[in-house]
Nanobody, 120 residues
């Protein structure tokens, strides 16, 4: 059974760093991903990782600033976010699915989300 629980969100300033965590049980055969939903906008892809190979992919808007990783022993997925910008403000969600995709409808396991707010 898959269970995803995010933590680590908060209020930071432009240029700061933040690490989001996702306690991810039952995902060793899945693709895990981070999505975000800015205020008043649709949910968008941030980053994804194949659990078994650690191959990863990023949205252009975060490439070079964000890093997705996983700890197999602890069943954790992380999103290290550096050089944060106000446009990174969103609710961030951890997700798991079996398709390599940037489409949120391809992921059928979701966490509850964690708020990240970046002030200017």
């Amino acid at each position: 059974q898959v269970e995803l629980v995010e933590s680590g969100g908060g209020l930071v300033q432009t240029g700061d760093s933040l690490r989001l965590s996702c306690a991810a049980s039952g995902v060793s055969r899945y693709i895990v991903a981070w999505f975000r939903q800015p205020p008043g906008k649709e949910r968008e892809f941030v980053a994804a990782l194949i659990w078994q190979t650690e191959f990863s992919n990023y949205a252009d808007s975060v490439k070079g600033r964000f890093t997705i990783s996983r700890d197999n022993a602890e069943n954790m997925v992380y999103l290290q976010m550096n050089s944060l910008k106000p446009e990174d403000t969103a609710v961030y969600y951890c997700a798991a699915g079996s398709r390599w995709s940037t489409d949120p409808t391809s992921f059928y396991h979701w966490g509850q989300g964690t708020q990240v707010t970046v002030s200017s």
